[in-house]
């Protein structure tokens, strides 16, 4: 079992930076894949990133690449997203997930998620 809690989230303007936090409870976090997806109203969740458990590979969205970045620490059971140049559009509920592989993540067929953080951006 893999509990996951979200952080980070809030209002900016656009141009601005933030950073989301996934806390993960579970001894097994480090074997695990973990993403980031987004849900903005009256809109289907989408995929954001992805990393590997060990932290060498990394997907990230067309629409966020160049701007997003996804990373872990395992040894504090989080990962992370760091978003710069923020959008109005990247207005959303943003959730992390965690699988067992990255095409897993990046299917969205996974088994756990936070409850998710709001992120709101201002033009």
């Known amino acids: 079992q893999v509990q996951l809690v979200e952080s980070g989230g809030g209002l900016v303007q656009a141009g601005g930076s933030l950073r989301l936090s996934c806390a993960a409870s579970?001894?097994?976090?480090?074997?695990?894949?973990m993403g980031w997806f987004r849900q903005a109203p009256g809109k289907e969740r989408e995929f954001v990133a992805a990393?590997?458990?060990?932290?060498?590979?990394?997907v990230v969205a067309d629409s966020v690449k160049g701007r997003f970045t996804i990373s872990r620490d395992n040894a504090k059971n989080t990962v992370y997203l760091q978003m710069n140049s923020l959008k109005p559009e990247d207005t959303a509920v943003y959730y992390c997930?965690?699988?067992?592989?990255?095409?897993?993540?990046?299917?969205?067929?996974?088994?756990?998620w936070g409850q998710g953080t709001q992120v709101t951006v201002s033009s």
């Open positions: 997930t965690a699988g067992q592989s990255l095409r897993i993540i990046v299917t969205g067929a996974t088994d756990y």
């Open positions: 579970g001894r097994t976090f480090g074997s695990y894949a």
């Open positions: 990393i590997s458990w060990g932290g060498s590979n990394t």
